[in-house]
Nanobody, 124 residues
């Protein structure tokens, strides 16, 4: 029943901020007990968990990305967002939003629902 949809620019210039939105339907980011996560997969590499926000608004971040990552939410729109600052070509990846009962993993079976993913390319 829960559906997630990523949206945002597919091309970002180096040094700029990558901003993506995940729109949720069939579940409430404030009422349900799920964690709401962002995961990315660069070309030829495995998936990487970036961070999450809980139903109470508490945020969690990967130690390797926390200095550049910010996750927030708009409860009136049932959306949560990802901002990744100071991007480089190494940030090129498919970006996913996902939800589940745990936080911090990057495997498909660790989450109950996934968005389709959106390709983001960092290039000048």
């Amino acid at each position: 029943q829960v559906q997630l949809q990523e949206s945002g620019p597919g091309l970002v210039k180096p040094s700029q901020t990558l901003s993506l939105t995940c729109t949720v339907s069939g579940g409430s980011i404030t009422t349900d007990y799920y964690y709401w996560s962002w995961i990315r997969q660069p070309p030829g590499k495995g998936p990487e968990w970036m961070g999450a926000i809980g139903h109470n608004g508490f945020t969690y971040y990967s130690p390797s990305l926390k200095s550049r990552t910010s996750i927030s939410r708009d409860t009136s729109k049932n959306q949560f967002t990802l901002q990744l600052s100071s991007v480089t070509p190494e940030d090129t990846a498919v970006y996913y939003c996902a939800t589940g009962a745990a936080v911090g993993g990057a495997r498909r079976n660790e989450y109950d629902y996934w968005g389709q993913g959106t390709q983001v390319t960092v290039s000048s």
